[in-house]
């Protein structure tokens, strides 16, 4: 776990009432817990911790969070299992959890157990925090920045022009990043050639309609390639974007 950290990258994120997003940490190791609970109050959040599967519950009736960090293994019962009870009766809280870096057959059953994300220990507070940002945005509960667009892991910033998937940077051009930003504020719903040539082009290329497969192609060798494909060809409709399928 590398220190000192940096939120400097990523967007400060509250209610819409400009309350602070609250966040459970729940792990057995202190040192651990403490990091995590520093790294998030310097992004202005509230936290709370727990250390075993019982005052994980019990802490989540009290303090209602809004994102989960659970380790998986712990005293009480284990994270999947707390995250099973807290799920009773808070059904859409995101949970991250925190599995051994060599333990696949963890991180598989957390994934199965509803679990949203993981990392493996040690792990930097800066994947971290970036993981959590993107879990709170993607429930919906944070106030929305109106320069950021987010559809899964993909984030593009119409102030910075910067676009990331993932946390990692992509580079577009600036008709490429006005196709995406195009299809990101049309989430699941699809848009055919002539919406997005008007849009994005602002005039009819007429025949040349072809010049759209081809910028989507473009777009796809950036934020596809070597992932879970995000944008879909619709046979005789468009195109859509939506978050990629686990």
């Known amino acids: ?116 994300d993981y990392v493996t220990k040690p792990f930097s507070m800066e994947e971290v925090m970036l993981r959590l940002h993107r879990l709170v945005q993607r429930s919906g509960v944070a106030a929305q920045d109106d320069a950021e667009l987010v559809v899964g892991d993909l984030v593009l910033n119409t102030d910075t022009r910067e676009v990331t998937r993932g946390g990692d940077d992509i580079q577009l051009t600036a008709t490429q990043f006005e196709l995406l930003r195009y299809l990101m504020e049309n989430p699941k719903r699809v848009v055919s050639k002539a919406q997005i040539l008007d849009r994005v082009w602002q005039y009819d290329f007429g025949g040349q309609a072809n010049i759209v497969e081809l910028y989507i192609s473009y777009l796809r060798k950036k934020i596809d390639v070597d992932r879970a494909p995000m944008i879909h060809t619709v046979r005789g409709a468009g195109y859509v974007i939506k978050p990629a399928e686990a």
């Open 1 to 116: 776990m590398a220190s000192p950290f940096s939120t400097n990258n990523l967007p400060a994120l509250t209610h819409p009432d400009g309350t602070p997003i609250r966040a459970l940490v729940v792990d057995d190791e202190p040192s651990l817990s403490e990091l995590m609970s520093m790294g998030l109050r310097m992004a202005g959040w509230s936290v709370q911790v727990a250390s075993d599967g019982p005052s994980a519950v019990k802490a989540a009736r009290e303090f209602r969070p809004d994102v989960l960090v659970l380790d998986v293994m712990m005293p009480g019962f284990d994270g999947v299992e707390a995250l099973t009870r807290i799920r009773q009766f808070m059904p859409e809280v995101p949970a991250l959890f925190l599995t051994a870096k060599d333990a696949v057959e963890d991180r598989i059953t957390g994934l199965a157990a509803g679990g949203d």
